[in-house]
């Protein structure tokens, strides 16, 4: 492979924080610093002139369902709806508009955001569409609104957990009846999804996804294939169903071609959908949500995994949950030790709701957690989704990214797409910009948490990827921004802009409020080019 010296940019390295200029080689950097000095040093590399561009280490997304966010790139997104009206009229426009498919898959509504708070019926659905198959996700994806024609094609659907004759379905009820608009997607369909959402990744800095497969999510006919998929996005597979010892461990391993045994293994659903264990009801509803794992189920599998060697995680989002989860681990930490666990890097998707104390103890345990910070720009101000569902004191509680950092908790940032976009410049200035100060995180550290964070998520552990310093694989993008600058948190108690270069803090992109989000010209993974805007 040729080397290549890029000049004239803004590289944003711990190594030399006013460099300019990056040489590659075989796929690996091996130099940074100043313009002359590198002409000086690679004399027969190709040079690409940056024009005053910045190049930064590329993302990772640590929490993604690619099927599902290739559908939403392609087909029925619902989430720009503003009422129940407007929603149904989508439905209709797309259903004349696609006569020839065998099913409606949609999703992203969020009545939340509609003035009725109210979600469309299974009979206001068939008024639309007919005798066809629909099946519509709500934005969270752990509920669903579906026409009779879908329902009829559901084994055990009466009376099983979350059925509701008229209104969305959950629960058991939900994955049944996902399962049966899963069997309708053609393998063919399948995989234009699966190209969709990585080819959505690489334009955004992308170069690497965490799939979080399971049982009620994508199926293993889905969760397969992923493994045979050649795209230059690299992706780590976590399958997420229970083991009962370590042999069972690795023969499911085996037999998913998993990276990990974790990701969306369900020990509670989701807030929007009221499926979130909580230990005090709901606010709007009651329940206390729904556990799918009791803590003897989760400990075993926790204990199963370490004793294989396997990196496990669970799908956690109430506090009931974390309860759960958090037991679990001081019960296997005390037989195995936090050291042995901590090397496994075991996982905790979402995590919104957690103590103090309770992030201690996963800290110990090295636990990482996979977040989605736009879940609170999305759910977390006044009047919004959490404080609809969980009142001000506890909906202002969710999602604190300062707390679990400052107890040593390991973040790594991700979209959980298709529920949020694939946009990690989003997610950090969401972080940075956190609709509690509290809770809210430096620009700097966001940052981390979609780079290096994310790599150490997904096992990367050489010191290296996730940064651009020599030795380190070549995976970069190239953005387009405005202005650079140092940026603190974003809690006026703290925060602190500097531009000074006596700081020697390497400087990124201004994600203030009105600011323009960096654009991506070229992504790059291990030095090959696998997204150039130029080339569109």
């Not at 990056?22 to 690679?42: E, K, P, Q």
């Not at 099927?67 to 009229?89: F, I, K, M, N, P």
């Not at 069997?183 to 959505?200: E, F, K, T, W």
Request: contains cysteine; proline residues 5%; glycine residues 10%.
């Amino acid at each position: 492979m040729e080397s290549q010296l890029l000049i004239g940019g803004h590289i944003y390295t711990p190594s030399a924080p006013d460099a300019t200029a990056m040489a590659v080689a075989n796929g690996t950097i091996v130099w940074v610093g100043s313009d002359h000095v590198g002409r000086t040093l690679h004399p027969d590399a190709q040079v690409i002139d940056l024009d005053g561009a910045l190049v930064a280490p590329a993302f990772v997304d640590s929490h993604v369902h690619l099927t599902s966010a290739g559908l939403a790139l392609r087909g029925l997104d619902l989430s720009a709806a503003v009422s129940r009206d407007d929603c149904l009229e989508q439905i209709r426009r797309y259903a004349a508009e696609h006569t020839d498919t065998d099913l409606i898959w949609g999703l992203g509504w969020d009545e939340s955001t509609w003035p009725d708070l109210t979600c469309p019926s299974t009979a206001e659905v068939d008024a639309v569409v007919g005798n066809r198959p629909v099946y519509l996700a709500r934005i969270d994806e752990h509920s669903a609104v579906v026409s009779t024609a879908l329902r009829a094609r559901a084994d055990g659907l009466v009376g099983s957990h979350g059925y509701d004759e008229q209104g969305p379905l959950t629960a058991d009820a939900h994955h049944r009846v996902r399962a049966a608009a899963r069997m309708l997607l053609s393998a063919n369909g399948r995989h234009r999804a699966q190209r969709a959402a990585l080819d959505d990744a690489a334009a955004h800095g992308i170069v690497a996804v965490h799939e979080n497969g399971g049982p009620d999510i994508s199926g293993r006919d889905d969760f397969l294939s992923l493994a045979q998929l050649d795209h230059p996005v690299e992706i780590r597979r976590y399958w997420g169903e229970a083991v009962t010892d370590s042999e069972h461990a690795r023969a499911l391993q085996a037999e998913t071609a998993a990276h990990g045994l974790g990701g969306d293994l369900f020990i509670d659903g989701a807030i929007g959908s009221h499926t979130a264990l909580l230990r005090e009801p709901y606010s709007d509803a009651d329940t206390h949500g729904v556990c799918y794992l009791d803590e003897d189920t989760v400990t075993t599998h926790l204990r199963a995994c370490t004793a294989a060697g396997i990196q496990s995680g669970f799908h956690v989002i109430g506090d009931g949950a974390m309860d759960v989860v958090v037991n679990a681990f001081r019960e296997v930490a005390g037989e195995f030790g936090g050291p042995t666990m901590a090397r496994l890097g075991h996982r905790i998707e979402h995590a919104e709701m957690i103590t103090g104390d309770q992030a201690t103890t996963l800290a110990a345990c090295g636990v990482i957690a996979s977040m989605q910070p736009l879940f609170d720009a999305l759910w977390g101000g006044p009047g919004q989704l959490y404080e609809q569902r969980l009142g001000p004191d506890r909906g202002r509680s969710l999602n604190n990214f300062a707390q679990l950092a400052k107890a040593g908790v390991g973040l790594a940032f991700s979209s959980d797409a298709p529920v949020t976009s694939m946009r990690p410049w989003e997610a950090i200035a969401a972080a940075a910009h956190h609709n509690n100060p509290a809770s809210a995180i430096s620009v700097r550290a966001a940052f981390a948490a979609v780079t290096r964070g994310a790599w150490r998520a997904g096992g990367h552990r050489d010191g290296v990827a996730g940064t651009l310093v020599p030795g380190a694989p070549a995976d970069y993008a190239v953005w387009d921004v405005d202005n650079l600058v140092v940026a603190g948190s974003a809690d006026p108690a703290v925060a602190r802009w500097s531009t000074d270069p006596r700081s020697r803090v390497p400087a990124l992109p201004d994600l203030s409020a009105g600011s323009r989000l960096p654009e991506c010209i070229r992504t790059v993974r291990a030095g090959v080019t696998i997204y150039d805007r130029a080339g569109l």
